[in-house]
């Protein structure tokens, strides 16, 4: 039982390249999330899916795209990557709304847009 | 203004230390409360659950004051292995857009 997991860990990208990050939850849970961790910010809420199929905006979506086409796969697409996307971005799922149950994170993938 | 806020700390205590961190809220509406740990460039972990009545976890207690917004967190005994950041995170309803994670409070436990 692998919990969650993010791919890749470090990547460095030059403005304007494009990329996607990949989360994987082998706990079956319904809801998914991406979220930025920046210094002095805490994490923020970029995308969330509350079940295959399904996604949701949530607080900075913007520059940012996401799909849930199997339950168990949460994908983050940066379109055009931009200095300010520099960043750690966490995957979480949870098995119902994260008001009322535990998220359960992924390891991070720490990326640097030059 | 934060929806949530912490005092970043550094909190710098010596072992066997009782270290209290507060979060305040701005939202009345708010109906979830947690802490979750975040060990040194790890992801966030959930700590405790915060409950109107308050509750505790062997060492840890936590306290809710709904009247003052704000959100305590006590630590009794620190072991270096408590050194970590410690996030607030609070919730106006079950919906994933309603959490807010406060940017946390950092905790070093001394020798």
């Known amino acids: 039982n692998a919990g969650v997991t993010q791919t890749p860990k470090f990547r460095v990208l030059k403005t304007g390249q494009s990329m996607t990050l990949l989360c994987a939850q082998d706990?079956?849970?319904?809801?998914m999330y991406w979220y930025r961790q920046d210094p002095g910010m805490g994490l923020r809420l970029i995308h969330y899916?509350?079940?295959?199929?399904?996604?949701a905006k949530g607080e900075v979506p913007d520059g940012y795209n996401v799909s849930r086409l199997k339950k168990q796969n949460f994908l983050l697409g940066l379109e055009s990557a931009a200095p300010s996307q520099t960043s750690v971005y966490f995957c979480?799922?949870?098995?119902?709304?994260?008001?009322?149950?535990?998220?359960?994170f992924g390891p991070g993938t720490r990326l640097t847009v030059t | 203004r934060k929806e949530v806020e912490q005092d970043p700390g550094p909190f710098n205590v010596p072992e066997g230390a009782t270290v209290a961190f507060n979060c305040t809220y701005s939202?009345?509406?708010?109906?979830?409360f947690f802490w979750y740990r975040q060990d040194c460039r790890k992801e966030p972990k959930l700590l405790m659950s915060v409950y109107s009545s308050g509750n505790e976890d062997g060492r840890f207690t936590a306290q809710l004051n709904r009247a003052s917004q704000y959100i305590s967190l006590l630590i009794r005994d620190s072991k270096l292995s408590d050194s970590a950041t410690y996030l607030c995170?609070?919730?106006?309803?079950?919906?994933?857009?309603?959490?807010?994670f406060g940017s946390g409070t950092q905790l070093t436990v001394l020798p």
């Open positions: 706990m079956n849970h319904e809801y």
């Open positions: 979480a799922s949870s098995p119902r709304g994260a008001g009322y149950y535990e998220q359960y």
């Open positions: 995170v609070v919730t106006v309803s079950g919906s994933a857009r309603q959490l807010t």
């Open positions: 939202n009345s509406a708010s109906q979830s």
């Open positions: 899916s509350v079940g295959e199929g399904t996604t």
